[in-house]
């Protein structure tokens, strides 16, 4: 199982900070995040919004196994 994490208003959103999904991609992820609360799913498209594969920023896709822990990262703010 892929273990994702959320933080800030993401995990606020979505009522839960880690949870375990089957998923072998991050587009897999994705869908399935999007496909259980479809709100959450379009939030984590959004801007600014940074995804972390084992604790390294992505860009793009991924493939990820049973140990991956991929985090949701919400746009930065402040100055």
């Given at each position: 199982?892929?273990?994702?994490?959320?933080?800030?208003?993401?995990?606020?959103?979505?009522?839960?900070?880690?949870?375990?999904?089957?998923?072998?991609?991050?587009?897999?992820?994705r869908?399935?995040?999007?496909?259980?609360d479809?709100?959450?799913?379009?939030?984590?498209?959004?801007?600014?919004?940074?995804?972390?594969?084992?604790?390294?920023?992505?860009?793009?896709?991924?493939?990820?196994?049973?140990?991956?822990?991929?985090?949701f990262?919400?746009?930065?703010?402040?100055?």
């Open positions: 199982m892929v273990r994702v994490l959320l933080f800030g208003r993401l995990a606020d959103q979505a009522g839960w900070r880690d949870r375990a999904f089957e998923a072998t991609s991050l587009a897999v992820l869908g399935l995040i999007a496909n259980d479809p709100e959450l799913g379009e939030a984590l498209s959004g801007p600014g919004v940074q995804v972390a594969v084992d604790k390294t920023l992505m860009r793009g896709e991924a493939t990820l196994t049973t140990a991956t822990e991929v985090a990262l919400p746009p930065m703010s402040g100055g």
